[in-house]
């Protein structure tokens, strides 16, 4: 059973930038689309981001459009996020997970879907 561990969180200016990764062990990505999400303070987790596993469909949420960009290096099994122009309304913790990615409706959970633990992103002067 592969597991997923984000790391990259951290406290940043706004308009600052931080890049996320998403790393397995204990088996493969090559296979699996990984999306990430964003749960603020006091609320619902939301998909903003997912990337095919030949990164031939990659999704944003309208919020992060040319702010984010997502990507992978399988043979790293690792993706990443990275985050720019970054707002306060990005604060939350960002979890990664494995995913159906569409380009229309973004990352979906799924049964078999792997979780991270989360990484906290805080957004402040």
């Known amino acids: 059973q592969v597991q997923l561990v984000e790391s990259g969180g951290g406290l940043v200016q706004p308009g600052g930038s931080l890049r996320l990764s998403c790393t397995a062990s204990?088996?493969?990505?090559?296979?699996?689309?990984i999306g990430w999400f964003h749960q603020a303070p006091g609320k619902e987790r939301e998909g903003v981001s997912c990337?095919?596993?030949?990164?031939?469909?990659?999704y944003y949420v309208d919020s992060v459009k040319g702010r984010f960009t997502s990507s992978r290096d399988n043979a790293k099994k690792t993706a990443y996020l990275q985050m720019n122009n970054m707002k306060p309304e990005d604060t939350g913790v960002y979890y990664c997970a494995t995913v159906l990615c569409g380009p229309n409706y973004g990352p979906a959970e799924y049964g078999m879907s792997t979780w991270g633990k989360g990484t906290l992103v805080t957004v402040s002067s």
């Open positions: 990337i095919s596993s030949a990164s031939d469909i990659v």
């Open positions: 204990g088996g493969t990505l090559d296979y699996s689309a």
